[in-house]
């Protein structure tokens, strides 16, 4: 569907969006999250409503701000007319330009600044606004710079263009400066329509009345609609604001100008203190004003319970659905995503040293702790020498789980991107595969490379290069495993908790311990599972089958060898022939945790509000 547009003013070719809302309603249906339920607890009735009957409207040009005491609904307003919370969800209409539109249709044509910011620390911030571009606008990397240019020059962000953007423990741009950044982010595509929620919270007076008058230039310059919510604005901040939009316990209690907010108050017979604001003066008198609109209230009630039937008869009345149109073909999204990634993992020098040392000396210790295990043919000795391979095997699976942090940070920041169409969530997944290959192939040479000779394995090329594919399979086995989970778990404690507990399930029901005939049926799935049981049976093949199987030696009593290599496969179970097919089976599971992966991020992607 062709989106409706108001012609454009003389002298400018920008489209201009009119947004309004009309008998808007909104409530908690069955679950109610920690925040709502603090905020709602006093009431018994789980269909508590947070927005009731709300009419407003914002116009090209202006800025409306949506203020009111803490819990009156200004974030849900603002999340619903993103299209954060669909349509679905909610009973009247929601309208731009007059006509109702899909959710994921205006997220294209829109810009959404949530409160709490969703950057990459160890990103600059001229990098953080290319990358944004890139993914958002088609054309060629030098279009997407002179944008971003520009854009840092709009912003007044040239001077730390190229400074980091920080975290709280590696200190970057100022508060200030973040904002902007999180407000640029949202402006590369040059959106009709901005929506910012608290925009100045947490900022000094001076970052604030910086941040509104950027916000101001551009309803000026641009003739764009800026909808923003706010708490406590100065007197300074207020004068910039074009509308106010007065929100009491989901209910309007006014909507227009600053003046006449502040001419009803008087007429309404209040004496407005000579050092408060209007605005902070009229939320501490909101019950006031509640009182003066109980008759129109009076008829809610039955409008609500219009707009819920008709909802119930028409669930597809936003039915006119645009599929997201992206930026980008699949590859170059990939391309961008992967430069992206790359910066980030390189720039994570704890992470990155820490794996690197972490293969280097993990090589060194084994190998020098089972040096030249692997040549003596004593009887005690064979227990050491598949205790070294079942021990390699829980070192390599279980120091990948320094990962998770990265997942997580990127997985908030992902279902952001997304949502606004910047690029699918496949591309991600297949973006994050491609850098860790490499990464993790020096991870496995690193760790190999000592450990194979120290310990006195097969001493032929062939043998050497199979144990470092074994190696390289483990940790990209291990990687896509924490990177299913890390999509899947709510937080790091519990990620950590789950991931070590199923590693060690999976080491439990390895055949290491137990043999698979030794097992109860109801238990033999997990032996098939298990991301021990191959890799080991491939440790064990390379060394003691083949040719040079059958003339090792594993047991000598008195200069007589009663068990070769080839016997001790039998003994233990294994097939010779497994040794390519358990590099499959390998291989199935790296893709499928990676399929579980996308198909959980996809969800979490476009889950909606209940």
């Known amino acids: 569907m062709e989106l409706p547009r108001i012609a454009p003013n003389s002298g400018s070719l920008r489209a201009r969006y009119i947004i309004e809302t009309k008998n808007l309603s909104y409530k908690l249906c069955g679950q109610i999250d920690e925040l709502n339920w603090l905020l709602w607890k006093k009431t018994a009735d789980d269909n508590a409503y947070i927005l009731r009957n709300v009419n407003c409207e ?29 349509p679905s969800r909610v009973s009247g209409e929601v309208l731009v330009n007059g006509q109702p539109i899909n959710a994921r249709c205006f997220r294209r044509l829109s810009g959404y600044v949530a409160q709490d910011e969703a950057l990459f620390p160890l990103l600059t911030v001229k990098e953080t606004l290319m990358y944004s571009a890139r993914l958002r606008l088609p054309g060629s990397f030098h279009t997407a710079a002179a944008i971003v240019q520009e854009l840092l020059k709009q912003l007044g962000l040239e ?32 959106p009709g329509v901005l929506l910012i929620d608290e925009p100045t919270s947490g900022l000094d007076s001076a970052s604030a009345l910086n941040i509104i008058l950027l916000l101001k230039s551009m309803t000026i310059k641009q003739g764009k609609t800026i909808v923003l919510t ?26 227009g100008s600053l003046l006449l907010l502040e001419q009803r108050l008087i007429f309404a017979g209040h004496f407005i203190p000579r050092h408060v604001n209007v605005l902070e003066f009229a939320i501490e008198m909101t019950e006031s004003l509640a009182m003066e609109d109980s008759e129109a209230r009076e008829t809610e009630n039955s409008d609500v319970a219009q707009d819920e039937e008709l909802n119930r008869r028409n669930p597809n009345r936003y039915s006119n659905i645009e599929e997201t149109i992206y930026a980008n073909g699949r590859f170059k999204e990939v391309l961008i995503l992967v430069q992206r990634f790359s910066h980030i993992i390189c720039r994570t020098n704890q992470l990155f040293a820490a794996r690197i040392l972490q293969a280097v000396l993990g090589g060194v210790v084994l190998g020098t702790l089972f040096m030249n295990v692997m040549n003596d043919s004593k009887r005690h000795k064979l227990q050491t020498q598949i205790g070294f391979f079942a021990y390699s095997l829980a070192f390599l699976l279980s120091s990948t789980t320094e990962g998770l942090p990265i997942f997580l940070q990127e997985r908030r920041i992902l279902k952001r991107e997304t949502s606004k169409g910047a690029y699918r969530v496949s591309s991600y997944v297949v973006s994050n595969t491609l850098v860790f290959l490499p990464f993790l192939l020096v991870v496995a040479l690193l760790y190999s490379t000592p450990v194979y000779w120290l310990v006195g394995l097969r001493r032929t090329t062939d ?9 390289w399979m483990v940790v990209l ?14 937080n790091f404690i519990m990620g950590t908790s789950l991931i070590a507990g199923l590693v060690g399930s999976f080491f439990l029901f390895s055949g290491y311990f137990i043999a698979k005939d030794d097992m109860p049926k109801y238990w033999i799935f997990m032996h098939y599972l298990s ?6 049976e491939c440790f064990m093949i390379n060394e003691y089958g083949g040719e040079e199987g059958k003339r090792k030696c594993l047991k000598n009593i008195e200069g007589s060898c009663y068990l070769y290599g080839e016997e001790f496969l039998k003994q233990q179970g294994v097939e010779e022939s497994n040794k390519w097919s358990n590099l499959a089976v390998m291989t199935g599971f790296i893709l499928g945790y990676r399929l579980l992966c996308f198909l ?10 209940i």
């Open 531 to 536: 991301l021990f049981k191959y890799p080991f």
């Open 600 to 609: 959980i991020l996809l969800c979490r992607s476009y889950r909606t509000r």
């Open 230 to 255: 706010i708490h406590q604005p100065g007197f300074r901040i207020l004068e910039l604001f074009d509308k106010i939009l007065l929100l009491s316990n989901g209910t309007v209690h006014h909507h």
């Open 58 to 86: 914002a116009r090209p040009g202006e800025i409306m701000a949506i203020a009111g005491p803490s819990g009156a609904g200004k974030s849900t307003l603002l999340e619903i007319l993103a299209g954060v919370i669909p």
């Open 477 to 490: 086995m291990s990687n896509s495993f924490v990177a299913c989970f890390s999509a899947l778990v709510p």
């Open 159 to 190: 001077h730390v263009a190229n400074v980091r953007i920080g975290s709280e423990s590696n200190r970057g741009i100022s508060g200030g400066e973040k904002r902007r950044v999180s407000v640029g982010v949202d402006l590369v595509h040059d």
């Open 463 to 471: 043998g050497f290069l199979y144990f470092l594919l074994v190696v």
